[in-house]
Every structure is written in structure tokens, then in C-alpha cells.
């Protein structure tokens, strides 16, 4: 009598073998690769961050174009040229008393 081996055949354990391991490293790959999640949730996080920046600087520009507006030619405000004057030149009226 000969005994018969229950023993699956050693092609069966590689493929299953080279199967989990691509599994593995597919899974690893979409999780932490270049374009996985967490390399998404960083983007998403510096996107946020970079519109926030955007809209700062939209209103500082926002800012300089209405005093750039109100020093022109064709509307000039008085109070914002005396302020700018001080500033720029250091100048003071006669009436003004000094303080340093």
C-alpha cells in the first residue's frame, strides 16, 4: 500500500505566496505611495493653506489699489496725501508739537 501525501503542491504556496505579496505592496503603494491618501490629505492641507495665503494678498493688493486710487490724478484725497507726506518726507505742520 502506498500512502498518499495531502500536501498541497509547491506551485500552489508560490503563487498564493507572490499573490500576498503583491496585495501587500499594492495596499502599501495606495496608502503612503506618491499619490496614496495621506500624500492626498497633505495636498488638500497645503491647498487650505495656500488660499489663505491667496486671500491675504487679494486684499493687500485690494488695499494698495484704492490708495493707489485715491493718490491719482483724476481723484486725489487730501487727508491720505498729508498722511503720506509725514511719513515719506517727515514733514509736521507749524501747529503740531513733536515728541520723540
Given at each position: 500500500m502506498?500512502?498518499?501525501?495531502?500536501?498541497?503542491?509547491?506551485?500552489?504556496?508560490?503563487?498564493?505566496?507572490?499573490?500576498?505579496?503583491?496585495?501587500?505592496?499594492?495596499?502599501f503603494?495606495?496608502?503612503?505611495?506618491?499619490?496614496?491618501l495621506?500624500?492626498?490629505?497633505?495636498?488638500?492641507?497645503e491647498?487650505?493653506?495656500?488660499?489663505?495665503?491667496?486671500?491675504v494678498?487679494?486684499?493687500?493688493v485690494?488695499?494698495?489699489?484704492?490708495?493707489?486710487?485715491?493718490?491719482?490724478?483724476?481723484?486725489?484725497?487730501?487727508?491720505?496725501?498729508?498722511?503720506?507726506?509725514?511719513?515719506?518726507?517727515?514733514?509736521?505742520?507749524?501747529?503740531?508739537?513733536?515728541?520723540?
Amino acid at each position: 500500500m502506498t500512502m498518499s501525501q495531502n500536501r498541497p503542491a509547491l506551485g500552489v504556496i508560490i503563487y498564493f505566496g507572490l499573490a500576498l505579496t503583491a496585495a501587500t505592496y499594492f495596499t502599501f503603494a495606495a496608502v503612503q505611495g506618491d499619490y496614496g491618501l495621506f500624500r492626498r490629505v497633505q495636498i488638500n492641507a497645503e491647498r487650505a493653506a495656500l488660499e489663505a495665503d491667496l486671500a491675504v494678498l487679494r486684499a493687500e493688493v485690494a488695499a494698495m489699489e484704492n490708495r493707489t486710487r485715491r493718490l491719482s490724478d483724476d481723484y486725489l484725497d487730501l487727508d491720505l496725501l498729508d498722511e503720506r507726506a509725514r511719513e515719506v518726507l517727515g514733514l509736521i505742520r507749524t501747529d503740531e508739537i513733536v515728541i520723540r
